[in-house]
């Protein structure tokens, strides 16, 4: 495997394991994005094969330091990348050059090198991008849940045009001229954005808009809640009354059995009770097939207890089972647990999958319960006419 493909496989497991959720933009997607701006400008700037392996992995390895907080988030990249490139045979010389990499996206920090500028205008790629006002909505909710800094929507719009057309420019001959029109662009719409947030404030509609909208918002929230917490309670207590019932035919039949056991067999050796043979079989059968189904109706299934990364990954296990989980390592579970907040709709769809799996285990323990008591209810009748045919037929 080249060098390239482990530093792809180290990092992207070291930020699935070790990156905190709360790092909505600093992620596996960034980092992956910087790498494919690194591949384009590599390409177009006609690097040579080791200059393009150097700045690859400079990319791959540039945000890992967030893994230990972001805090000269750059130089604890520079240390995880060093321990990297060590276990892996490389020089310090190499590794000197990869790390100055990496150092040049500090913010304020200008390029001298082509390599230092293709690492640069590939940080900074998202500033030409199309979605670039719903991926800078990304870092804002991370500065927010970081505890960094909180803006509201008029001053983030005019952050975001300081940073565009105040602090940013591109350096490599392909990014000045193919990206640069495209943040020019970007710059034009976050210009009406503040035109338009500033409107909004004038006329103090921004206050009733966002109330309006998070009452909205909390009411299907609040709806939803209360429907997985009915839906399961009621599921909970229909199960607990299903044992119940299973409990009170088997203790039933126990006792019937005892005292069939204790009092009537012992005197069937005798000829004058010959007639109660019959009877007595005939009870003593549908009492046992009784607990037999009574025992069906409330033994558990056992699940495998395990799972894989790609499972996850495909959404394909409830993690909220405890069957589907119970054999998996404490740090596999909490990874594949963070990997489905992070995914709502995977989140709700693993409530809705418990809820009906749980619906399919009450429905076969109510009808193997149906099932228990018509046979106890039949087994009763039977056993008393067979009794009293029997008695009948010693008078006669």
């Known amino acids: 495997m080249d060098l390239i493909k482990k530093a792809e496989n180290f990092v992207c497991k070291l930020l699935k394991d070790k990156l905190s959720i709360s790092f909505t933009y600093h992620n596996v997607k960034h980092t992956t994005d910087v790498v494919q701006a690194v591949e384009l400008l590599s390409q177009q700037e006609g690097l040579t094969a080791a200059d393009h392996e150097k700045v690859v992995i400079a990319a791959w390895f540039h945000d890992t330091g967030y893994i230990r907080g972001c805090d000269s988030h750059e130089l604890s990249s520079v240390v995880i990348l060093t321990d990297f490139l060590l276990e892996n045979g490389l020089t310090n010389a190499?590794?000197?050059q990869v790390a100055a990499l990496i150092k040049a996206t500090i913010f304020n920090h200008v390029p001298a090198t082509i390599l230092e500028k293709i690492m640069r205008d590939a940080d900074y790629?998202?500033?030409?991008?199309?979605d670039y006002l719903s991926v800078c909505e990304l870092l804002r909710k991370e500065w927010e849940n970081m505890g960094?800094?909180?803006y509201n929507d008029l001053d983030w719009a005019k952050e975001?045009?300081?940073?565009?057309?105040d602090c940013h420019s591109f350096y490599t001959e392909f990014?000045?001229?193919?990206w640069s029109p495209l943040k020019q662009k970007n710059i034009a719409l976050v210009q009406n954005k503040i035109i338009q947030k500033e409107e909004v404030v004038i006329g103090n509609v921004a206050k009733i808009k966002d109330k309006k909208k998070k009452a909205k918002s909390q009411k299907p929230d609040r709806g939803i809640d209360t429907l997985f917490r009915i839906t399961l309670s009621n599921h909970t207590r229909l199960s607990g009354i299903a044992d119940s019932k299973a409990n009170i035919l088997l203790s039933v039949n126990a006792i019937i059995i005892s005292i069939a056991l204790s009092s009537i067999i012992p005197k069937l050796d005798s000829p004058s009770n010959a007639h109660l043979v019959m009877p007595t079989f005939i009870m003593l059968m549908?009492?046992?097939v009784s607990i037999v189904f009574a025992i069906l109706s409330t033994r558990p299934k056992v699940t495998s207890g395990v799972f894989s990364r790609q499972d996850i990954e495909d959404r394909k296990v409830n993690l909220l089972f405890f069957g589907n989980f119970y054999k998996m390592p404490l740090e596999e579970y909490e990874w594949a647990v963070n990997e489905m907040m992070k995914d709502n709709?995977?989140?709700y769809n693993s409530m809705i999958k418990d809820l009906y799996f749980l619906g399919l285990v009450l429905e076969k323990k109510y009808r193997l319960l149906r099932m228990t008591y018509n046979i106890f209810m039949i087994g009763i009748i039977v056993s008393v006419i067979a009794f009293v045919l029997a008695f009948y037929s010693v008078r006669a």
């Open 94 to 96: 190499y590794i000197d």
């Open 125 to 130: 790629s998202h500033f030409a991008s199309p």
């Open 148 to 150: 960094q800094k909180t």
């Open 160 to 165: 975001n045009y300081r940073i565009l057309n």
């Open 175 to 178: 990014a000045i001229a193919n």
């Open 286 to 288: 549908f009492s046992v």
């Open 345 to 347: 709709e995977y989140l």
